[in-house]
Every structure is written in structure tokens, then in C-alpha cells.
């Protein structure tokens, strides 16, 4: 029997295929509704750094060598991200719905796909400084334990501080970014105060269900990795979780595609790609 001509494309999608029901059937993550270019490009990268010639070697070592798992999911994910990313929509954030959610006696903000926390310190800072993080609680997830250990830890290179220092500014920021860390052998550390309305917690927007009531989402920079299908998932939790009124914050490059439950959202500031999700009375003369 002669073997069956695969070109490169089809082998691609093969490999690909393979792996995303290895590391579902064996650890349980479901990427299988990641968008296919960008996680190919990821478990290239992976491959290379984990030294396999191929994703099928990829493959095999997730299989047999569970300990990899953090190295994978953190390669997935790409946990990256800076102090005040954007630093125009944190204002935003700060002048135009913190205002908005003074009116309520608790704040519950979920910070979805949080990385190592960047953005998370960020948020406490300036609702710190908007004196309302005393009523506040947020809820940082990922589906990475490696991240959230790094978020929680809240130490970063010192090489980054001057950039942060910088967006802080631009951000709105009344004080100095270093009244809030303290540094020394090369790196910044947070201060563990910051921390006292945070709960660090796992999650995966792939699976999982609601994961608390709030008034405020942020979803910024995830959302761009996923198919179609899993982007109206994580858009429906997003809509259930949400009080009436409440809002969501996507990163810059993210806009609500035509789905289902993207209709369920009305533009707050699109500029700053942040979304209300109507008040019933809205709702009610929608």
C-alpha cells in the first residue's frame, strides 16, 4: 500500500489536533477553541524552548512528563503585560465609571486572565487613591498556577519601573508610583497592602462557570487568542456575572464581535473599548 500524501498545512492541523486532546484527555485543558494560528505559533515556540523537534514531540513529553504542565500552560497563555497598560483607559476607568460605581456600598471587580498581576496592583492603586478600595473587592483569576504565585508574590524586574512610572502619570495618578513598591537587588516589590482586597484564584474561561457577581470586568488582551465560538462564551459569562449596569473593559485591540451575546452590551467609552451592560429600565425600553 502506498502511504497517503499529507502536505505541510494538513500535517500542521494534524499535530495541532493531537495535542489539544493530549493536554485535554490528560490534564484536562480544553484549547480546542483557541484560534489555530496564533496557539500554532505558541506551541512552535514551545516546542523550541522544550528543546522537541516537532509538536508531536511536544506531544509525547506532555503526555509522559506531567511536571511540565506549568512550562505548558504558561507558554499557552502568554502571561504578559506592564503596570497601567494603556494608560488612557486606566484613566478612563478612574474619571469616567469609578464615579459610577461609588454609588454602590461594595464594588466586586473580577480581573479576568490576570497574568502575573500587573494590572491587578494597578486597579488597587488607583482605587486606593479614588478612596474607594476599602469597599472594593477584586478577583484576580487565570488558569495558570504559575501566574497567579508571580501575581500574588507581586515582584518584578526593576528594569520596567521607569516605563510604569511613566504610565502611571499618564494614567491619572496623584502621588509617585514608588510609594507603592519598594526596591532593592534589582527588583521591585509591591506593597503587600495593596493585596488586602485581592483574592487570587484559578480559573479558565474555556470551562468554567460564573465566577462571581460584579460591577466591573476586565478582560483586556484575551479574548484577541480566541475562536469565534469561545469568544461568545467568555462575552455570555461575562453578561451573567455582570450587576445591571455593570462594565466590561477589553484591551484596545478586542471589539465585541456580532455574536449573541455581544447584542446584551450597549458602548460606554468604545474608545477605550469599555461596555455597560443596560440598567433594567434600559432594558426594559430596549
Not at 249 to 267: K, M, T, V, Y
Request: proline share 4%; aromatic share 10%.
Amino acid at each position: 500500500m502506498n502511504d497517503i500524501k499529507v502536505d505541510a498545512p494538513e500535517l500542521d492541523s494534524i499535530e495541532l489536533d493531537l495535542f489539544v486532546q493530549a493536554l485535554q484527555k490528560r490534564h484536562g485543558y480544553d484549547f480546542s477553541e483557541y484560534a489555530p494560528a496564533s496557539l500554532k505559533r505558541r506551541l512552535r515556540l514551545l516546542a523550541d524552548q522544550l528543546h522537541c523537534k516537532t509538536i508531536t514531540g511536544l506531544t509525547e513529553r506532555v503526555l509522559h512528563e506531567p511536571q511540565l504542565l506549568p512550562n505548558v500552560l504558561e507558554g499557552l497563555t502568554v502571561p504578559t503585560s506592564e503596570m497601567f497598560r494603556d494608560p488612557a483607559v486606566f484613566r478612563t476607568l478612574r474619571e469616567k465609571v469609578f464615579p459610577l460605581l461609588a454609588s454602590y456600598p461594595l464594588i466586586n471587580i473580577w480581573q479576568a486572565g490576570c497574568a502575573h498581576g500587573q494590572e491587578v496592583y494597578s486597579l488597587a492603586i488607583l482605587l486606593e487613591e479614588a478612596g474607594l478600595y476599602d469597599r472594593s473587592q477584586i478577583f484576580a483569576t487565570d488558569l495558570s498556577d504559575r501566574a497567579l504565585q508571580r501575581a500574588s508574590e507581586g515582584i518584578y524586574s526593576v528594569k520596567d519601573a521607569q516605563q510604569w512610572s511613566r504610565n502611571y502619570q499618564a494614567a491619572g495618578g496623584t502621588h509617585s508610583l514608588a510609594d507603592y513598591c519598594s526596591a532593592g537587588y534589582k527588583l521591585i516589590k509591591l506593597n503587600q497592602r495593596l493585596r488586602r482586597h485581592v483574592t487570587f484564584a484559578l480559573h479558565n474561561l474555556a470551562i468554567d462557570g460564573v465566577f462571581c457577581e460584579a460591577h466591573l470586568i476586565l478582560c483586556r488582551n484575551v479574548l484577541i487568542y480566541f475562536s469565534d465560538p469561545l469568544q461568545d462564551r467568555a462575552l455570555a459569562l461575562f453578561r451573567d456575572s455582570l450587576v445591571r449596569g455593570g462594565f466590561l473593559c477589553l484591551g484596545l485591540r478586542e471589539n465585541l464581535n456580532p455574536s449573541h451575546a455581544a447584542q446584551d452590551f450597549s458602548p460606554f467609552i468604545e474608545s477605550a473599548r469599555i461596555y455597560r451592560l443596560p440598567t433594567q429600565a434600559e432594558g426594559a425600553h430596549a
